[in-house]
């Protein structure tokens, strides 16, 4: 809020109000980071957000958009990767790449991450990285329902230690944000049509997920 702040105000005053935001948000950082070899120093943090503050509409701080990938085999099993980064299972994910449509970046990413070529089918899930768990910047993320045509299961060398096909009964372990995704997953897997599945909506929305929505 402070970044956006500072992309569009005029006025001197609330430009000091935002920056001293930005210092208190950058001492919760230090203070809260889990990886004691991340430690960094608040200051470092303001300096490097103050960096990111563009002028109007490109200071304006919006979540990045990612997509994921629901993928089944003729057997009716879903594709599930280990990340080489933090050693947790989930379908494949990947960033959106400008002059990709959300639908062609998923195919793309699966196939570079795990051999397999697939088809899009249908989009399942709307899912808010931060509330899954898989993501500590702001993320939305696009979880198509996807069908393998071709390919074989070939890890991508510096992004997945590990991959396979698994049933809904026989999940590999730790898995990210099961709760949020595995229902809408499997009911897709299973050729259900169902609504696309959204986070719901917290009431009031600014304190957090208390409820679990």
């Known amino acids: 809020m402070a970044k956006t702040g500072l992309g569009f105000t005029e006025s001197l005053y609330e430009k000091e109000r935002f920056e001293e935001i930005l210092k208190i948000a950058a001492d919760i950082k230090v203070a809260t980071e889990e990886d004691p070899e ?120 510096l992004e997945v230690s590990d991959l396979g096909w698994f049933t809904q009964d026989d999940l590999p372990s730790p898995l990210v944000g099961l709760e949020r995704w595995g229902d809408a997953v499997f009911s897709a897997l299973r050729g259900e049509i169902n609504d696309v599945h959204y986070d719901q909506v917290r009431a009031p929305v600014w304190r957090g997920d208390e409820a679990g929505a």
């Open 38 to 157: 991340q430690l960094d120093d608040a200051e470092g943090h303001v300096v490097e957000w103050m960096s990111q503050v563009g002028k109007g509409v490109p200071g304006y701080q919006t979540p990045k958009v990612a997509v994921g990938a629901a993928v089944e085999n003729d057997k009716g099993e879903l594709l599930l990767i280990r990340r080489a980064d933090s050693g947790v299972w989930l379908y494949p994910t990947g960033w959106c790449d400008v002059g990709y449509s959300a639908a062609e970046v998923v195919e793309k990413e699966v196939e570079e991450e795990t051999g397999i070529e697939v088809e899009t089918v249908r989009l399942i899930a709307v899912l808010d990285g931060l509330r899954l768990g898989m993501s500590r910047i702001p993320i939305y993320s696009l979880l198509f329902h996807c069908r393998a045509v071709g390919g074989a299961l070939t890890p991508h060398p």
